[in-house]
């Protein structure tokens, strides 16, 4: 079973700074396999990004995915208010079917 | 775009069987392949539950393999979960959600389902 780590654990910035949040794997996950995930209280998880590095559908372009094998990380470039939530990185393993999240980053207000 | 909404009992007795319903709209269930649920425990993070092929196939996660069934019914257009022998361990709120592409795209709303006596 492939473990996802995510650090920090919580990430505390202002608006406009620029946030990096990792996602560590275990074992080397394929990037068509990994995506990441927004949650504000309340509300389910919006995917951010898919496969890595590509944005869903109507993501505005200050979220960009990166990394490969072991590593991934899901930057933003110049953070707004509406940014501050928690985010899950997820990874699809083939043998068997499966899918994991990472433990989640809590990005807050500083 | 597709529209998911969860619905079910709230509170399901220990022991009993867990049984919810994702109502898709605005889509035929047969325009995505795979259909998703996910769960969340208050203040924890997600586990994904399993999937179920609009043609019937399903893929469990291991952990809860041995008391989950998925269905699907194309006449009324919604997935259905079915989880049993419940304990406290499985109050969470659950979420059903396409499954595609290896990520989960479109999400209900969610339904917390409590399970005390």
């Known amino acids: 079973e492939i473990v996802l780590t995510q650090s920090p654990g919580t990430l505390s910035l202002s608006p406009g700074e620029r946030a990096t949040l990792s996602c560590r794997a275990s074992?080397?996950?394929?990037?068509?396999?990994l995506a990441w995930y927004q949650q504000k209280p309340g509300q389910a998880p919006r995917l951010l990004i898919y496969?890595?590095?590509s944005r869903a559908t109507g993501i505005p372009d200050r979220f960009s995915g990166s990394g490969s094998g072991t590593d991934f990380t899901l930057t933003i470039s110049s953070l707004e208010p509406e940014d501050f939530a928690v985010y899950y990185c997820?990874?699809?393993?083939?043998?068997?079917?499966?899918?994991?999240f990472g433990q989640g980053t809590k990005l807050e207000i500083k | 775009q597709v529209q998911l909404q969860e619905s079910g009992p709230g509170l399901v007795e220990p022991s009993g069987t867990l049984s919810l319903t994702c109502a898709v709209s605005?889509?035929?269930?047969?325009?995505?392949?795979?259909w998703g649920w996910v769960r969340q425990p208050p203040g924890k993070g997600l586990e994904w539950i399993g999937a179920?092929?609009?043609?019937?196939?399903?893929n469990y996660n291991p952990s809860l393999k041995s008391r989950v069934t998925m269905s699907v019914d194309k006449s009324n257009n919604q997935v259905s979960l079915k989880l049993n022998s419940v304990t406290a361990a499985d109050t969470a709120v659950y979420y059903c959600?396409?499954?595609?592409?290896?990520?989960?795209?479109?999400w209900g709303q969610g339904t917390l389902v409590t399970v005390s006596s």
């Open positions: 959600a396409t499954n595609d592409n290896y990520c989960l795209e479109h």
């Open positions: 605005r889509a035929s269930i047969t325009t995505h392949s795979w």
């Open positions: 179920i092929y609009h043609g019937g196939s399903t």
């Open positions: 074992q080397s996950v394929g990037s068509s396999y």
């Open positions: 496969a890595a590095s």
């Open positions: 997820q990874q699809y393993d083939t043998s068997p079917p499966v899918y994991t």
